[in-house]
């Protein structure tokens, strides 16, 4: 909990554009004891957490690391929003129903900031990067059923993974140069990606906290390897 105190501390102060200096005259403290704190060097006590969420505007659970939400609430999975899907739980199955919705829900928020880049691009660059990870996870659990028709599929069982993976990559690789400039005509304007965990929550207060809960969950899975 410490390592995402000190994480979310330093996100919330940047997110609103103060300086150390600033947040911690707002908060009663030195500079080097803020710094500390942002760093993980020192841990607080419980008073300064709530303080800390007073001052930000959000809950203690938030700070902590424990909901992905800045309020803190629990949001259960008849909560989320269908992401425009007309399908609701899964023959019973809460699990994949809500990872679903998850999902989906973020993918509303991509593509909105890719409608308002407006650079096809840098849209051709991430979908196909998208449609690849979908078709990698799709054709491995067809091929789990040794009686479906292999012939679905041009590409070879032996070739595709490692072909689709680097597929995969090119395409982020491309996004990237995409993104630096590095591509004939220029960076698309860096001002339609400018975000913050506020912003998010104002601009798609439906869809905010399935991207959250996404980046949350997705964190823990790379953590575990």
């Not at 259960?76 to 989906?104: F, N, Q, R």
């Not at 491309?174 to 590095?182: H, I, N, T, W």
């Not at 220029?186 to 965990?197: E, I, L, N, R, S």
Request: aromatic residues 8%.
């Amino acid at each position: 909990m410490a390592m995402e105190f000190n994480r979310i501390i330093t996100l919330l102060r940047k997110e609103r554009g103060i300086t150390q200096k600033q947040a911690a005259a707002d908060l009663g403290i030195s500079q080097a004891q803020l710094s500390h704190y942002e760093k993980g060097i020192r841990e607080c006590g419980l008073e300064f957490v709530v303080q800390v969420a007073d001052y930000y505007g959000v809950s203690c659970d938030y700070l902590l690391g424990r909901s992905a939400e800045r309020s803190g609430r629990t949001i259960t999975v008849e909560e989320l929003p269908e992401g425009g899907s007309a399908s609701g739980v899964w023959h019973g199955s809460v699990l994949p129903t809500m990872y679903k919705k998850l999902i989906a829900n973020s993918l509303e928020i991509l593509f909105d900031r890719l409608e308002r880049c407006k650079d096809k691009r840098v849209v051709t660059a991430v979908s196909n990067y998208l449609m690849l990870a979908v078709y990698a996870m799709f054709r491995q659990l067809y091929q789990a059923a040794p009686k479906n028709v292999a012939s679905l599929f041009r590409i070879s069982p032996a070739r595709w993974p490692h072909a689709t993976q680097a597929a995969m990559s090119a395409q982020q690789g491309r996004l990237a140069a995409l993104l630096a400039g590095e591509e004939e005509g220029g960076a698309p304007d860096p001002k339609v990606f400018a975000m913050t965990t506020e912003s998010l929550a104002r601009d798609y207060p439906r869809h905010a906290t399935s991207l959250m809960n996404l980046v949350k969950n997705s964190e823990e899975t790379v953590r575990q390897g």
